[in-house]
């Protein structure tokens, strides 16, 4: 092969070279798609093992006078709304309702009941706003208490409620229900649902915050429940019509009906 014949290769081999390495630069140059964001991180708990957490809530309402709050909460409940009173800090009886996903639907369903003239002015409750949420994470022993201070709040309230039948312990049952889903806790609303839901607890390993249950109706089908405060107390709604009050677990009506203790925390 001639010398002139080798030096074109050689010279093609370069040029070949020189594209290569051109074109590998310019694919380096391009801009390239930005990276897919990382996937939402879900808030979690480690404070809860069984009950789940309630989303977005509607609050509605600022009565002094407990009647007008029960007369809001029925014809919220006569729209199939899971409505029910609670007492404020502030000593004022106000109605909150729903479990909302998110914020825009609950200001959604809130705007529409407001264009009904079904409720006035609203106030929407954020996850974040429940003690529940606030001690995420930590010891249980906050969130005890928030419990046991949102019982009291209750004390020597008459207790009112409507849509359930006596029988079935819901006056009761719907005090605990909203002690706990004022702290962000969705308890069922029955008794028996309750007992059920929640994991058994010896009588001497009771910790407030805890709830206890009896048979009021002999036997041992559970129809009453009430918060443990501590001490062999507890705070209950006898039945309807009736005051909040403290009772105790060693008087011998509540001993012999005792059926159980319940607790909804990891410790």
């Not at 709050?69 to 199939?80: G, I």
């Not at 200001?107 to 606030?134: E, M, T």
């Not at 201070?149 to 049952?173: H, I, M, Q």
């Amino acid at each position: 092969m001639s010398k002139r014949k080798n030096q074109r290769l050689e010279l093609i081999g370069w040029l070949l070279t020189l594209i290569l390495i051109a074109g590998c630069a310019g694919q380096d140059l391009k801009p390239q798609p930005p990276s897919p964001p990382p996937p939402p991180q879900r808030v979690t708990t480690t404070t809860v093992t069984s009950l789940p957490l309630l989303g977005y809530t509607i609050q509605v309402g600022a009565f002094a006078n407990l009647d007008n709050a029960v007369r809001l909460m029925k014809s919220l409940q006569r729209q199939n709304l899971n409505a029910y009173y609670i007492k404020h800090a502030s000593g004022l009886f106000k109605v909150r309702f729903g479990d909302f996903p998110s914020r825009p639907a609950a200001q959604k369903r809130a705007l529409a009941l407001q264009k009904r003239a079904l409720i006035d002015a609203f106030y929407i409750v954020k996850p974040k706003d429940y003690a529940v949420a606030k001690h995420s994470g930590h010891s249980n022993d906050a969130l005890r208490k928030s419990l046991i201070n949102t019982a009291k709040r209750f004390l020597g309230v008459p207790y009112k409620w409507g849509g359930e039948s006596v029988k079935e312990g819901f006056d009761c049952s719907g005090l605990t229900m909203t002690i706990y889903r004022m702290n962000g806790l969705k308890l069922p609303r029955n008794s028996r649902q309750q007992y059920r839901a929640g994991r058994f607890v010896k009588k001497s390993a009771l910790q407030t915050g805890d709830l206890v249950f009896f048979a009021t109706k002999g036997g041992k089908r559970v129809n009453h429940v009430g918060i443990y405060l501590g001490k062999h107390r507890f705070i209950h709604a006898p039945r309807t019509g009736k005051t909040i009050r403290i009772a105790s677990l060693d008087s011998k009506y509540f001993r012999k009906r005792y059926q159980g203790g319940r607790s909804y925390m990891a410790n």
